[in-house]
């Protein structure tokens, strides 16, 4: 990984983000997009700024998404010293992951009509809008003409994206590719999750007792994806290696995870398994961690399963409890938060722990970080349809 590009709740670009982590500063807030009042739930967390450039403007096709996407994807071509060289190639590929793609362009258009019952062609609309239009705004702006593809894996979609990026440049079938996870703050989802009681009136409590579930956030996430020895040759640096990913489906239920863990545990081998390296290795785990009671309970039970009597004191955190779950985004926020604390040499904190639960017998670094010598980092995504996906980071060669 030789870029990155970050557009969060809790800041743009990796200096301000890590410094949020490691201080605490929640993006949660009242809810700006759209009129909350009298809904149960009023607090997400949203992006603040920054707007797009109008230089960047005419590149997007769509709404609030594609510009999410495009700054995150823009920042991360420019860290990985590339901007005056991607222009125009046939070797790059873009891999977009994301939930609900830009529904916002269709809230906004049905705002505009409120005197209007919904009807069957709202259906069609929504269900019919085209989820590829951020990976195609991003291939406009570079003028890329490689592989574009979409995967709407819903909230494991980011880590996806990564994983399948990355296995299109180890097996030789694109020279460079920009990984992106993204999502934008909706209606459409804020309702939903509000409908399931799966949402905190307050804050995000992950791994704590008497948690009462997740804060939905908006953002997106990129990484530019080289062959090492490319990178190597040219004398440039890497942020991080991504050694292995691993995918599964627990099968079980439409939204709730696998009671045991049983699709976790399988992700998690797999990646560990493709990187060649052995659970004993690995040195901190970013969770999934959604602050939700079955999540984090099926979520602890995973790791400990997979890491045996070690399971209870490996580093574990979740840095959703000041990001909010970015859905889509999540996963590849997540990863870069990740390559950030092998970087940086700690430990990002699971912000807002109370107290200990039982159900949750994990080292989950409450409330302060830790300082820690970081060389194998796994980074969890869970998503609705028992949809798993795990990946293994390394440190940067010196």
């Known amino acids: 990984m030789t870029g990155i590009g970050l557009v969060t709740p809790i800041g743009t670009g990796a200096q301000e983000f890590w410094r949020s982590l490691v201080q605490g500063r929640a993006g949660a807030g009242p809810v700006r997009t759209f009129d909350a009042t009298g809904l149960p739930n009023q607090v997400g967390c949203e992006v603040r700024g ?5 230089a960047l403007a005419a590149s997007v096709l769509g709404g609030r998404c594609s510009e999410l996407a495009l700054l995150a994807a823009v920042q991360a071509v420019r860290d990985a010293g590339l901007e005056e060289t991607i222009r125009g190639r046939a070797d790059c590929a873009v891999i977009v992951g994301t939930t609900m793609g830009d529904v916002t362009k269709f809230e906004a258009d049905r705002a505009s009509h409120p005197e209007r019952e919904t009807d069957e062609a709202d259906v069609s609309s929504l269900a019919g809008r085209p989820l590829d239009i951020m990976g195609r705004t991003i291939a406009r702006h570079f003028d890329l003409t490689g592989t574009v593809r979409t995967v709407p894996a819903a909230c494991a979609a980011g880590a996806y994206a990564i994983g399948l990026a990355a296995a299109l440049v180890a097996r030789g079938e694109a020279r460079a590719a920009i990984a992106v996870g993204c999502e934008a703050f909706s ?15 307050d804050v995000c409590r992950p791994f704590s007792l ?16 080289e062959p090492w020895e490319t990178v190597r040759a040219q004398d440039r640096r890497a942020a991080g290696f991504i050694d292995g990913f691993g995918l599964s489906c627990d099968a079980w239920h439409v939204t709730g995870p696998h ?14 398994a493709r990187a060649g390296v052995d659970p004993s290795s690995v040195d901190y785990v970013n969770a999934h961690g959604t602050g939700t009671p079955l999540n984090d309970r099926s979520e602890s039970l995973a790791i400990r399963r997979l890491f045996g009597e070690r399971g209870r004191r490996v580093p574990v955190s979740s ?3 000041l990001t909010g779950h970015m859905m889509g985004a999540s996963g590849a926020v997540e990863a870069i938060a990740s390559l950030l604390a092998l970087e940086r040499g700690a430990v990002p904190p699971t912000w807002n722990w109370s107290a200990p639960d039982p159900e949750c017998d994990i080292d989950c670094v409450p409330n302060e970080p830790r300082e820690a010598d970081l060389r194998v980092v796994l980074s969890n995504s869970y998503a609705f349809g028992g949809n798993n996906a ?3 980071l390394s440190k940067a060669a010196a």
Request: charged share 20%; hydrophobic share 50%.
């Open 50 to 54: 920054p707007d797009i450039p109008g």
């Open 187 to 201: 209606r459409l989802a804020f309702i939903g999750f509000s409908r399931m009681r799966a949402m905190s009136p």
């Open 210 to 225: 008497g948690r009462s579930g997740l804060l939905l956030g908006e953002g997106a996430g990129a990484v530019v994806l």
């Open 259 to 272: 009671p045991e863990g049983e699709g976790a545990v399988r992700a998690m081998a797999d990646a560990l």
């Open 319 to 321: 840095i959703k409890a």
């Open 390 to 392: 795990s990946l293994v």
